[in-house]
């Protein structure tokens, strides 16, 4: 049973338009929230990551947004660009570091 | 990849066969995982260390077993290799709990016949 739920499986968006990907969770005691990137054929990589003291997290194009009532946090890249084709993970660890991921949503950016 | 190696990065075996898959890392990192990574799934925690000969298991550990006799090198190991097993296979690392980065090494693509 997956702890940490994402969606969508994969989107396609235009270069120049915002990718938005959603998780949520339901463990109250996960307490850092890691977004993973990975293209193909190699490991994930870390990309942004937030904690639930904060509501939102800005790097560059990539903004996490976190709702700790809902226990849902998303990830938005704005001007979505051909290289940033590749697989998301969400997860979601709490103060062990067992890390939680979700299923994955590939995102394909068409020029 | 920060310093992580896996080998082998590819093999195909038969079930029922013994598997010894390494992970080996040059960043002195304390902590060590491995994964599986399966479409719909995301990654999957198999075992995890802590410490040299120090390990506890994840969330799909049945069928795998683990041994770290020293700090750069994670073995994971199939005992009996079953078709269900076939995955991609990612070894981590990090130099403590939580915010520290997981870093990735660049898999092990596994297909049991």
């Known amino acids: 049973q997956q702890q940490v739920k994402q969606s969508p499986q994969s989107l396609i968006v235009q270069k120049g338009g915002i990718s938005i990907i959603n998780c949520a969770y339901e463990n109250t005691a996960f307490d850092y929230f890691p977004w993973y990137q990975q293209f193909p054929g190699k490991g994930p990589a870390l990309l942004i990551a937030i904690r639930p003291d904060v509501s939102e997290k800005k790097e560059g194009r990539f903004t996490i947004s976190f709702n700790k009532s809902a226990k849902q946090f998303s990830l938005h890249i704005m001007d979505s660009q051909p290289g940033d084709s590749a697989t998301y993970f969400c997860?979601?660890?709490?103060?062990?570091?067992?890390?939680?991921f979700g299923a994955g949503t590939q995102v394909v950016v068409t020029p | 990849d920060a310093g992580i190696t896996q080998s082998p990065r590819h093999k195909v075996t038969e079930t029922g066969t013994p598997v010894t898959l390494r992970c080996h890392q040059t960043?002195?990192?304390?902590?060590m995982y491995w994964y599986r990574q399966d479409p719909g799934h995301g990654l999957r925690l198999i075992h995890y260390?802590?410490?040299?000969?120090?390990?506890d298991k994840g969330e799909v550990s049945d069928g795998y077993s683990v041994s770290r006799s020293k700090t750069e090198d994670f073995l994971l190991t199939l005992e009996s290799a079953t078709s269900s097993q076939t995955s991609v296979y990612f070894c981590a690392i990090s130099s403590g709990r939580q915010e520290e980065t997981q870093y990735f090494g660049p898999g092990t693509r596994l297909l049991v016949l």
């Open positions: 260390s802590y410490g040299v000969k120090d390990t």
């Open positions: 997860a979601a660890t709490d103060s062990w570091g067992k890390f939680q």
């Open positions: 960043e002195n990192h304390r902590y």
